[in-house]
């Protein structure tokens, strides 16, 4: 738990307050919050219909001015790795499952990949606008700082709405 944060997850865990999915944040009114943190959510998400929805309702949700900031995996970085030579199995299995997901439970499976331009244009087309990637958002010590030698391979961006 982090305080002033109101944390959301789909499966109920120690420091979750509210159990739901990021395609239905119901739960919250139209502009009544001021920042959302999406770390290592929306690669779980289809990409014809989920990821649309699941950015419509932040969209909603978010004041005008509020700010978006999202961290999935960089897959322009993990395929520049994956293809590395001699690179050992061990670590080749990592960047696989960082590209698909860890598949420990019916959540962990990824059904989608970004790259910058590609995350930025779903952003922009959604009302979002100053979308820059950023190194750290240096809020919580999770998947956003994940690190493959001395590359992190987390895609950070933050956003701005309409």
């Given at each position: 738990m982090?305080?002033?944060?109101?944390?959301?997850?789909?499966?109920?865990?120690?420091?979750?307050?509210?159990?739901?999915?990021?395609?239905?944040?119901?739960?919250?009114?139209?502009?009544?919050?001021?920042?959302?943190?999406?770390?290592?959510?929306?690669?779980?998400?289809?990409?014809?219909?989920?990821?649309?929805?699941?950015?419509?309702?932040?969209?909603?949700?978010?004041?005008?001015g509020?700010?978006l900031?999202?961290?999935?995996?960089?897959?322009?970085?993990?395929?520049?790795?994956?293809?590395?030579?001699?690179?050992?199995?061990?670590?080749?299995?990592?960047?696989?499952?960082?590209?698909?997901?860890?598949?420990?439970?019916?959540?962990?499976?990824?059904k989608?990949?970004f790259?910058?331009?590609?995350?930025?244009?779903?952003?922009?087309?959604?009302?979002?606008?100053?979308?820059?990637?950023?190194?750290?958002?240096?809020?919580?010590?999770?998947?956003?700082?994940?690190?493959?030698?001395d590359?992190?391979?987390?895609?950070?961006?933050?956003?701005t709405?309409?």
């Amino acid at each position: 738990m982090k305080e002033g944060w109101t944390l959301l997850n789909a499966q109920p865990r120690p420091g979750v307050d509210v159990v739901g999915l990021v395609t239905d944040l119901s739960m919250f009114a139209d502009g009544s919050v001021t920042q959302i943190y999406a770390s290592h959510v929306y690669q779980h998400l289809g990409m014809r219909q989920e990821l649309s929805k699941a950015l419509s309702e932040v969209s909603r949700v978010l004041k005008p001015g509020g700010t978006l900031c999202v961290a999935v995996p960089d897959l322009e970085i993990l395929m520049k790795l994956l293809i590395t030579p001699k690179l050992p199995i061990e670590q080749v299995q990592y960047l696989q499952m960082m590209i698909c997901g860890g598949q420990i439970d019916e959540y962990d499976f990824h059904k989608c990949g970004f790259t910058f331009d590609l995350l930025g244009s779903c952003l922009d087309s959604h009302g979002f606008c100053d979308i820059q990637r950023v190194k750290s958002f240096d809020l919580f010590n999770d998947t956003s700082q994940k690190m493959f030698g001395d590359v992190c391979i987390s895609l950070n961006m933050q956003c701005t709405k309409k």
